[in-house]
């Protein structure tokens, strides 16, 4: 007689990280079922490959939504882990706007031919 011994479920996991713009990281990670973030962290090498992200508090999100490193996980849940920002976006959006002029930027920049200002 084969003993069987009963198998725990598994899932899979996404983690993401982008080290630099336009540069991707993925690692498909399996975990038991009910695995927090900080144990998918554990179990993948990403703090190894980039030790850099132990020097300050993890910002993390699935699908988008920030989260704790005490949430718990579901199959086929992407983790992403994000960059902070090196520029605040509302100043380095008035800088392309000085940069690029009022007539080549914003909602207005192309008008129809015989079309009235703004229309």
């Known amino acids: 007689m084969v003993s069987v011994e009963p198998r725990l479920p598994s899932m899979n996991i ?54 704790t490193s005490s ?11 994000y960059r902070a920002l090196r520029v605040d976006p509302k100043i380095a959006r008035r800088e392309r706007f000085s940069r690029q002029g009022v007539k080549r930027a914003g909602l207005f920049a192309t008008t129809r031919a015989g079309a009235k200002a703004g229309y």
């Not at 713009?21 to 498909?28: C, F, G, I």
């Open 14 to 67: 996404l983690l993401v990280y982008s080290p630099a713009p336009r540069q991707l990281r993925e690692w498909t990670i399996q975990l038991p079922a009910g695995a927090s973030v900080a144990l998918a962290l554990k179990s993948c090498s990403v703090l190894q490959e980039f030790p850099e992200l132990m020097q300050q508090p993890l910002l993390l999100g699935v699908w988008g939504k920030r989260v």
């Open 71 to 81: 949430q718990l996980l579901r199959d086929q849940d992407r983790l992403e882990i």
